[in-house]
């Protein structure tokens, strides 16, 4: 008798937390089917009940809730409740009112998708956010990206010769390697007033690229189980394992934090300057918080900064060069243009000059638009105000959001969306075009780019001399560019975009 008892109880007690599991399960489905306060919003009722849907799409079937999400507006309308508990709109003409300058959150659940919880563009607070981006911001004004445009020059005369070189050779290139080097030397040279000097080696191997190739593959499993993130500083060799793609996230980490580390030394041993000369200084400066002054502080944020500086932009001038080399209409107007304005092919003009050429500026918004450079939704939660969409009132606390490549990719605002027409911003903002509001590609509000400036001046020169001074012929197909998967970034098939080409002709 009492062996049969102790026999039954594993099973009794599996049983009995079975049931606990399922009635909670039943409760809490009625709840947010029923009385959560997101009840009435329109949407599939699987989605209401468990965020497993979202994580079949982008966790399983690998970053592929974007295009989900498109289906549920189609069936449902502007506003579908996406999971349990957010909120996506899909209407261009409200983006500014969700991404704004008014008090507002990151959603905390969507910043684990960063492998740098502790940078600026991890946090969700807009009251520790404000002075963290506070200290950033002086040093990526557009008079600061002014002072340093010699650097994006200089760098850009060394892509330059790479590809004359390689038309000496007549061997291929990888654009996304080239441009990813141009981004990588510019913004580490920026950051840390030591470039990486990618340009200089022959095979463009770029730490950087490795790094975010490893990060952006881990993003949907951090959002979906955030204790990961604090398993990555202790056992990264366990995740290497598991995950061999994300070795230079930890290589690049691991440099990041040496440099953050003397950083802080030099701050304590040796006095900064007023006002600080560099971001390391400004972040350890004396009037900065002591627990803002941590190692891990500043390695995330120079993290963030290195990644968010190098793919973003060298993925608009990737697509933007292999759409432009594929339409000989645009590639002549944009030539014309350029030499008009540059005689020779050494002509120097700075970015304010380069701003003023109508076609070129068309084309450096054009690319941007269709590069999927940010492709994840960035939800932003109104912590006391509601906010209100035709009909419907969001209640405070409810995570917002609106894709910035859904917007770009809107038909009644872009006709014909997928093609590359730089024209379409060419033409006059009196009979009502006014598109430029629509290009949201650095999101928008007090928690928008920081790198938005430096981003352009580097499209406008790059692009000029680019196309000022070579004729390339690709070898990459547009299926081989499809952006079919939302990994923060948009990714086609691959794990990365990559463009071949040749260096066809070099123009005098
Ligand atoms: C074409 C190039 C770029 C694009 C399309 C882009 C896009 C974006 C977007 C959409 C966000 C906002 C995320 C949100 O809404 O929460 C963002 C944030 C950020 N970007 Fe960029 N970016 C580009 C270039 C750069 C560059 C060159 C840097 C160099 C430092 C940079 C650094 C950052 C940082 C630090 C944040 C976080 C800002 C914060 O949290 O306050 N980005 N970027």
Redesign the pocket.
Known sequence: MLLESSEASPWRVAWTVATILCISIVTRSVYRLFFHPLSKFPGPKLTAITHLYEFYYDGIQGGQFMWEIIRMHQKYGPIVRINPREIHIMDPYFFHQI?HTGVQN?DPY??NISTAPQ?????AEYKL?RP??GI?NPF?SRQSVFKVENIVHEKVEKVIGFLETAHRDSSAVFLDDVFAAL?AD??SD??YGKSLDILDDKELRNPMRAALTGGVSLCHLLRFFPILIKLLDPIPSVIQLLKPITKGLFDMKRDVEIQSKAAIHKSIHSPTTNPPRTIYEAMTDASVPPEEKTMERLRD?GL???A???E??A??LTMGAFYIYRDEVVLRALREELVGAMPTPDTKLSWTQLEKLPYLSAVVKES?RL?G??TIR?P?IFPTKPLVYEDYTIPPGTPVSQS?HLVHMNPTVFPNPEKFDPTRWLKSPEDGNRLDRFL?????????????N???C??YHMFAKLVRRFDLKHVTELEDVKITRDFIIGLPDEDELKVESHVSDIIQ
């Open positions: 991404y990151r969507m910043v940078s600026t563009f991890s946090t956010h963290r981006r950033l990526f981004t510019i913004i920026y950051v944020d963030i900064m290195l968010a500086g190098t973003t932009t993925r608009v941007l590069s450079s940010i960035q932003r910035i949201v590609s650095f999101s928008g509000g007090s928690m928008n780019c920081l790198g938005t430096l981003a352009y580097e499209l």
